[in-house]
Structures are given as C-alpha cells and as structure tokens.
C-alpha cells in the first residue's frame, strides 16, 4: 500500500515558534497565505499594507500563486474580500476554465469575495492614467478589499512612456493599498535586466521553471523581504491538483537544533541473540545506524527484523521504503519467519512505500518527519531501506552532507531509532560509499558482506563503528533460512572462513592468508 501524503497546509517543522518570535516584526500584522510552508519560508506570512513583486517566466506559477492566496485567504479570513486584475491579453473564463481543476478554487467565492477584472483595454487605449483610475474605482466599490492581485505587470512597463512613468505607477500603486488598507501583489514575467519595481516594494519573490538534466524543476527564492526575517536561497516547489506546495531546504530549516533528545535511553534490540550481544544489548535508543552491504547480504531482513522485535516489545515501527512494494516484502519477510503481518495488522508497524517516480527530497523528507509528529510514539522505530532514494531526489547532489545531517539531527530530537540502508557496489573488493558523508552522521555503522569459499558463498558481519558504546569487534557469520537471520555465537567460524584462501566478492579487501 501506498501511503497518500497528508494535506501540510499547517505543518511546520517543531522550531518555528522559536523563528517566528524573532526579528523586528514580530508586533506588526501578517497576512497568511495558506500556501503550504510559504508562511514558514517567510516566517509567519506577508506583512499587511505591504506591496509585493512576484515574477517568474511562464509556467512557473504565477497565476496559480495569485489565485490560490486570494482563496485561501478568503477561507482563513471571514468577511475578507480579494480584487484580481489581469493585464493579459488571455480572457478571465479561459483563466477560470484552468483553475476548476484546482481543490482550492470555489465558484461559489465569485464575484462577491474575489473579482475579477481585466485592466488590459483601460491599460492598451488609455494608458497607465486610465489604469490607476480603473484601481481606485474598483477598490471604492468594492469596500473590504484587503488583497489585490494585479497579473501582468510586464504590460505596464511596456506601455509607459519611459522608465520614469513606470516608476511613478508602482509608486501610485503603494499610496494606494496604503489608502485602501489593502496587501498588494504585483505578478509579472522576467523581461531581461529591467524590475524597477524591485527597488520599490516591500518584497521580491521568484519562481523558475528550468530542465536540470532531465529533469523539469521549479523552485521559489525570496530575494527581498523588508521587515522581517525569511530563508533565503531555492526552495522546492510542486504544484498539483491541491494549488502550489513549497519545501523549504531541510537544513536551513532545522538549521539551530536543540543540544539533546530524550534523557533517558535504553537499548533497541534486533531480535538476534548473538548480534544484540555484540551490540551490548541492542542500539541506544534515539540513535542513527547504517546497514552497509552489497545486493542481497540481507539488509533489508535485518532492518525488518528491527521492527518486528520492536512491535513484540509494543513499539511502533515504521517501513519507509523505495524499491520493494508492500505485498513483495510482506512475502520475502513471511518466508523467513518474520511476522510482519500480524503487526501491520494490529497497527504497531507501518509499511510507506515511494513509487519508483521523480521524488522531490525535501518533501520526502518532510511526509516522514510530519507523520512521525502527527503520532509521537515514544521509542518509535524506523527502517528507510534505501538512502539512495533520497540522494535520486536530489537536484543538487552537493547538498547531501548537509541534509543528512540535518535530517538524522531532527529524527533524533523525536526520539526515533532509525536505521538505513546503503548499497555498496556488487563486484568489487574494497568499500566505496556513495555518500561517504552517512558514515559520519550516523552513530553505528554495521558491515555485511560476501565471501567466497571452495566454490560456497558465506555472509559476514560486523559492527565497524559505534558511538557512545561498548560493542563487539569481531566478524561474524550469518545465515539466512527458513528460521530467520542466525548470527554465529563466536568468531570461530568467521575465521575459519577467512584463513581458508576465502574471496571477498563484495564489502571490504581481504588479504588471503594459508591455512
């Protein structure tokens, strides 16, 4: 099954008390979007009275943006009332046609809440005099107005007289929203070097739509904002059938943690005698480990293993994975005794599979953590079989060291034991980490690995690093049946292994000893 992601108009991330109290305009009026995280990114919504410059080329969401903050901000504000102006040659029922497939678009809001008016003519026969006068008629008639949209503000630029006129008109447009009381949004497409506006208003917000290889990605950076705080630099952005949904950076949100998690810990064990005995009983509890290995030494079964001992002990456990389907790993767990079913059954271990589709990292990232505060388990469990997935969704793969290290920083603040995967390349004697950074982050980093021997494949494995703890440094075998993982009660057979002319096939160089 897979998991459908929960509307995250409201969510945001634990710190943003702490964000929004900062800064100079902490006593001044906002006016929030509804546009999910939006508010976050500006640290608690538009400043009210203020005028505003969003530009971006076509494609990027300029209108659904417009459109969406004039809905949603009706819904959030009873009496409200919003005036959308388009400067475009592009008629309002071919506008409003394209919008029906939105959630948030409602009929039932037009004309009375939000109206809609085409300034094009007044702006194309009469020029900007005639348009400014178009404004203020409207806004008198329509009293309440607090939010005013104006689509198209490139077509006033190219119909004034000179820079100086264009100038005066944005100017005339702030007098008058501050007269009106009014929050203005200026909506316009990149034309070359030439914003005046920028210098003017209050803020400056871009959306872009550009091919990174392949792939199509829009973000949107705040390059101004007088008055407040905001995070700077690109943000991702979807938009789908609920409206615009923007994902912060993961670190630059977490960017300021607290110094610790919960104060008492205790041991999470996996369910194997003889591994949690070389784990001195198990990993600590709100720790981060690492499962390194080849296709097929049996990561995915030791990370389900985890979680089924968890659900016996009355923990919840939760899949989060990318390339197996539930009914698949449901089936490899059930031919290895380990119960699975009968705890998805009960509740106490979620399976959230992603589809093999163009991800977006940030947000996986933050469907995971929102479902983790939506249900604050303490001594919750999680396995991601997979941390590749999320460096696929990466745009920018230099941002990994400092996601993952955010990301596990706040999987700790919640108090979750998390463990993942990372796959090492199948053929090959030595151990070349794809993201050598998760060795850092993480607090235990387990090996698992081939050997070949007269003609017979054996799995080993050991525990290469553990922080804050004692553990066992010796290699192991380990075997998988019918029965489940069975780790060796000693080295000795590891060793036998290993002095016997073994081949390594995958994990870490060996030298060949005689026997």
């Not at 959308?84 to 071919?94: F, G, P």
């Not at 093999?356 to 929102?370: G, K, N, T, V």
């Not at 075998?477 to 000693?490: H, K, L, N, P």
Request: net charge neutral; glycine share 8%.
């Amino acid at each position: 099954m897979t998991r459908e992601r929960e509307d995250p108009r409201d969510a945001r991330p634990s710190s943003t008390e702490d964000r929004e109290s900062d800064g100079p305009s902490a006593d001044i009026p906002r006016l929030e979007t509804g546009i999910p995280r939006l508010d976050y990114i500006l640290k608690g919504g538009f400043l009210r009275n203020g005028t505003y410059a969003l530009m971006g080329p076509p494609g990027s969401g300029k209108t659904i943006f417009g459109n969406q903050l004039c809905f949603e901000h009706i819904r959030r504000s009873p009496g409200a009332r919003c005036v959308y102006v388009t400067l475009l040659v592009e008629s309002h029922s071919k506008m409003i046609r394209h919008l029906r497939g939105m959630k948030f678009f409602d009929t039932g809001m037009i004309p009375d809440r939000i109206y809609y008016i085409s300034g094009y003519q007044a702006l194309r026969d009469q020029g900007l005099p005639a348009l400014l006068e178009l404004l203020r008629r409207t806004l008198r008639e329509r009293r309440g107005t607090d939010l005013l949209v104006i689509d198209g503000l490139e077509s006033v630029e190219q119909r004034a007289p000179s820079a100086l006129d264009f100038r005066e008109f944005v100017h005339a447009i702030q007098g008058l929203s501050a007269l009106s009381d009014c929050t203005t949004f200026l909506l316009s497409t990149p034309r070359g070097t030439s914003h005046a506006e920028n210098a003017l208003v209050d803020g400056v917000i871009e959306l872009t739509d550009q091919l990174i290889g392949p792939r199509a990605v829009r973000e949107l950076t705040v390059h101004k904002f007088r008055g407040s705080d905001y995070l700077r630099g690109k943000h991702e952005v979807e938009i789908d059938t609920s409206g615009m949904v923007i994902h912060p950076r993961t670190e630059i949100q977490f960017d300021s943690p607290r110094a610790s998690a919960a104060e008492e810990r205790c041991r999470m064990g996996f369910g194997i005698e003889s591994f949690d005995a070389m784990l001195e009983g198990g990993l600590p509890s709100g720790s981060t480990t690492a499962l390194l290995g080849a296709p097929g030494t049996g990561k995915t079964l030791l990370g389900l293993s985890f979680l089924a001992e968890g659900a016996k002990r009355g923990e919840k456990g939760i899949y989060f994975g990318f390339y197996e389907p539930p009914p698949r790993l449901r089936d490899k767990a059930r031919k290895v005794g380990i119960d699975l079913d009968t705890h998805i059954k009960r509740g106490a271990i979620q399976l959230i599979w992603q589809p093999p589709l163009e991800h977006m990292m940030d947000s996986l990232a933050e469907q995971l953590l929102e479902l983790l505060r939506q249900d604050p388990t303490p001594r919750t469990r999680l396995f991601i079989d997979g941390i590749e997935g999320f460096r696929a969704a990466s745009v920018y793969p230099d941002r990994m060291p400092r996601f993952l290290s955010a990301f596990t920083n706040q999987l700790r603040m919640l108090d979750v034991t998390t463990v993942v995967t990372e796959e090492l390349d199948l053929f090959t004697p030595l151990i070349r980490m794809p993201n050598p950074e998760l060795g850092n982050v993480v607090e235990t980093v387990v090996l698992l690995r081939y050997v070949e021997l007269r003609s017979q494949i054996h799995r080993l494995i050991s525990v290469m690093k553990m922080r804050e703890s004692l553990y066992d440094r010796s290699i192991r075998e380990f075997v998988i049946s019918e029965r489940g993982i069975e780790v060796a009660s000693s080295f000795t057979s590891a060793e036998q292994i290993l002095s016997g002319q073994a081949r390594l096939l995958a994990g870490m160089q060996q030298r060949e000893e005689e026997p």
